[in-house]
C-alpha cells in the first residue's frame, strides 16, 4: 500500500503527466455529461420502452458501450461505434487499394492522410445508421413522446447524431494527444464501467450472497486469465557479437519478446462493430427473411451469435497482428544492429523463423481470447441477468483490462522516463557511489 501511494505521489509530481490525466478525465466528463442529453423534440419521461428494448440482447449490448447513451434517446446514442466500423473498413481496404498502402508507409503524412479519409468514412456512416436508430425511435416508443413534426425531427435529429458521433471522434483524438492511453478505446471502457454499479446493485437484489459470492470468485478467475492473456509473450533468444576491451568478441544474449496477443483488444472492438450491423437495418425493411436473420443475430446467448462472433476474433486476431506485427523489419533491425537468433542466418531466414513463431502463438492466443468473448453466453444460460453477466468475460471485460494496462504501461513510460530525465540532469547514477 505504501509503494502505491508513493507511486500516486511520483506522478502527481511530473507535470507533464498530472496534466494528460487531468485533461483525460476533463474530456471523459464532457463525454459522459453529453450522454445524459436528449434528442431535441423527445419527450424524456416517455423512454420506458426503449429502455425495455436495450434491457437485453444485442441492443443491451451496444447501450452499454454507448453508456447508456443508447436507451436514453442521446445526442451521443450512436456514440464511437461508426469511427470503429470506419476504421475496419480502411485498414479492410488498405490491404486491396494500392493508393492506401502508398499512404501507410509514407510515415506521418501518409498516417494523415489515412485518418482524414477515416473522418469522411465516419459521416457516411453515421448518415446511414442515424435514420436507423431514429426508425426504431418511431416504432418503438408512444406517438406523445416526439414534441416534433416527423419531417423537423428526422431531419434535426439526423443532423444532431451525427454531430455527436462527430464530437465523440474528436474526443477519443484529443484524449490520444493530449492525455494518457487511447482516446477511442478509453470512451468505450469508460461507457462499459458506468453501467457496471447498476448492473452489480440489480444483480444482488435477485440471488442469494453465497451466489453473488462465487460469481465474483469466477469474475476474478477471468479476470486474471484475461491479464495473463493480454501480457503473455514467447521469448525469443536473441545474441548480440560485441568487442572486448581486449579485442575478443563475445555473444551479449538477450530475448525478443512476441506477444501472444499483440493484436490487443482491437479484434474485439472489430469484430463487435461488425456484430452491430443487423441492428442497422432492423428499423429499414420489414421482410420477413430480413427480420428473422436480425433476431437470430440480436440474441446475445444464441449459438448462432457467439459461432460468428468468436469467427470474427480469431480472423481479425490475424488480420490486426499481419498489419502490426512486421517480421521483415524485426529481422532487417536485428541484422542491423549485429543481432542474429542462434541457428538461424540473419536476413530473410530469420524473418520466416519469426513469422513462423508468430503464427503458431498467434492461434491459441486467438482461440483463448474468443473463447473468453463468448463467456458471458455461457454465464447468462446459468441464470446470470445479462446486463451482470458482460463482466464475465466477454467483449466488455477485455476491452476494460486491455485498455487498462495499455494507460497503465504508458503511465509507467513517463515515469521511467522522468527517471532518466533526471540522471542527465543530476550527471550521477541514483543511489550509487560506484565512480562511473
Not at 455527436?164 to 493530449?178: C, N, P, S, V, Y
Not at 455461457?378 to 466477454?394: D, E, L, P, T, Y
Request: a positive charge; one cysteine or more.
Amino acid at each position: 500500500m505504501k509503494n502505491f501511494i508513493e507511486t500516486l505521489r511520483n506522478i502527481w509530481k511530473i507535470e507533464e503527466l498530472r496534466n494528460r490525466i487531468l485533461t483525460t478525465l476533463g474530456f471523459l466528463l464532457i463525454y459522459r455529461l453529453g450522454s445524459f442529453v436528449a434528442l431535441p423534440g423527445i419527450d424524456p419521461q416517455q423512454l420506458s420502452a426503449l429502455e425495455n428494448q436495450t434491457a437485453d440482447g444485442l441492443l443491451g449490448l451496444l447501450n452499454m458501450f454507448t453508456g447508456g447513451a443508447f436507451s436514453q434517446a442521446s445526442i451521443m446514442a450512436l456514440g464511437i461505434m461508426p469511427y470503429i466500423s470506419a476504421s475496419i473498413v480502411i485498414q479492410l481496404m488498405t490491404m486491396a487499394v494500392p493508393y492506401l498502402q502508398k499512404l501507410q508507409k509514407d510515415g506521418e503524412s501518409g498516417r494523415t492522410k489515412i485518418s482524414q479519409i477515416t473522418r469522411y468514412l465516419t459521416v457516411l456512416i453515421t448518415c446511414f445508421q442515424a435514420p436507423g436508430y431514429i426508425a426504431n425511435l418511431q416504432a418503438t416508443l408512444p406517438p406523445e413522446a416526439f414534441l416534433l413534426s416527423s419531417g423537423s425531427f428526422w431531419f434535426s435529429s439526423i443532423v444532431i447524431l451525427v454531430t455527436g458521433t462527430m464530437f465523440a471522434m474528436w474526443l477519443g483524438e484529443k484524449i490520444t494527444d493530449r492525455g494518457v492511453g487511447n482516446g477511442i478505446s478509453i470512451l468505450i471502457m469508460v461507457g462499459i464501467i458506468a453501467v457496471l454499479p447498476q448492473s452489480f446493485v440489480f444483480e444482488i437484489g435477485r440471488v442469494k450472497p453465497l451466489i453473488i459470492l462465487v460469481e465474483l470468485v469466477i469474475m476474478m478467475v477471468v479476470i486474471l486469465a484475461s491479464v495473463l492473456l493480454v501480457q503473455g509473450v514467447r521469448r525469443i533468444p536473441i545474441q548480440y557479437a560485441k568487442r572486448g576491451a581486449t579485442g575478443q568478441i563475445a555473444a551479449a544474449r538477450q530475448y525478443l519478446p512476441l506477444k501472444v496477443n499483440a493484436a490487443g483488444v482491437m479484434p474485439i472492438i472489430f469484430a463487435q462493430a461488425i456484430m452491430f450491423i443487423p441492428i442497422t437495418f432492423a428499423g429499414l425493411s420489414d421482410s420477413e427473411g430480413i427480420q428473422s436473420f436480425v433476431a437470430a443475430f440480436s440474441d446475445f446467448s444464441g449459438f448462432w451469435y457467439n459461432f460468428v462472433f468468436g469467427l470474427l476474433i480469431i480472423l481479425f486476431t490475424y488480420f490486426y497482428t499481419a498489419i502490426t506485427v512486421n517480421t521483415n523489419q524485426m529481422a532487417d533491425d536485428l541484422k542491423r544492429n549485429g543481432g542474429f537468433v542462434p541457428g538461424v542466418k540473419p536476413g530473410k531466414d530469420t524473418a520466416s523463423f519469426l513469422d513462423g513463431i508468430m503464427s503458431r502463438i498467434v492461434l491459441p492466443g486467438s482461440v483463448f481470447l474468443a473463447f473468453i468473448a463468448i463467456l458471458p453466453a455461457f454465464a447468462m444460460n446459468a441464470g446470470v441477468n445479462q446486463s451482470f453477466a458482460q463482466f464475465f468475460g466477454g467483449t466488455s471485460l477485455l476491452i476494460m483490462v486491455g485498455v487498462v494496462l495499455d494507460t497503465l504501461q504508458q503511465i509507467e513510460g513517463y515515469l521511467l522516463n522522468r527517471h532518466y530525465d533526471g540522471l542527465m540532469k543530476s550527471g550521477r547514477l541514483s543511489g550509487g557511489r560506484s565512480g562511473m
